[in-house]
């Protein structure tokens, strides 16, 4: 059995740094949307309590009391500049965000998925020439070398040294 080839790890460790850099982007939109639907459902705590006192945060878990002296909302609209919006259309506005982070989101799982289908491929690519069982990319989840022929009486088999290595960049 031969080594792998620095090329080939050269690019199956592209392929997991890409595949890391996706997941982490996925995360953080995550959040994104998680803190916008935060942000929504706060506003609505908003809605008639004019005149009365509220909690303001002021920033990493410190508030101060405050009295809400209208429901009009200062909303930062990007460079510095702020317009007023009622609560219902700032909500609208978070609305139109968190749409367009899930769109971001769906992107960047399908990004994931076609780099992965990739890293796969490559792997079963290199396995066939160095004249390795397919190991890799089968649905059922049993590759096709450990399932065994009944007809033949083979027991089925645990993968090993190399083979297992490959396996697990998976």
């Known amino acids: 059995m031969e080594e792998p080839s620095q090329e080939l790890m050269f690019k199956l460790q592209m392929f997991d740094q890409q595949i890391k850099q996706l997941q982490q982007q996925l995360e953080a939109v995550a959040q994104g949307i998680a ?10 705590e908003l809605v008639g309590k004019k005149g009365k ?10 508030f101060a009391k405050a009295k809400l002296e209208s429901e009009e909302l200062n909303v930062d609209v990007g460079g510095g500049n ?3 919006k009622s609560i219902p259309e700032a909500k609208k ?12 989101q769906k992107e960047l799982q399908e990004n ?11 792997i079963m690519e290199a396995q066939k020439e160095a004249g390795e069982p397919n190991r890799v990319g089968l649905k059922e989840g ?11 009486g083979k027991e089925k088999a645990e993968p090993k040294g190399k083979e297992k290595k490959i396996d697990e960049l998976v």
């Open 35 to 44: 803190e916008m639907t935060t942000l929504s459902t706060g506003l609505n």
């Open 53 to 62: 006192e509220i909690f303001a945060p002021i920033g990493r878990g410190i």
């Open 82 to 84: 702020f317009v007023q």
């Open 112 to 122: 994931l998925e076609k780099v992965g289908e990739e890293f796969n491929k490559m």
């Open 142 to 152: 049993v590759p096709s070398d450990i399932e065994g022929d009944e007809s033949e």
């Open 93 to 104: 506005i978070i609305e139109v965000q968190i749409a367009k982070l899930e769109d971001v």
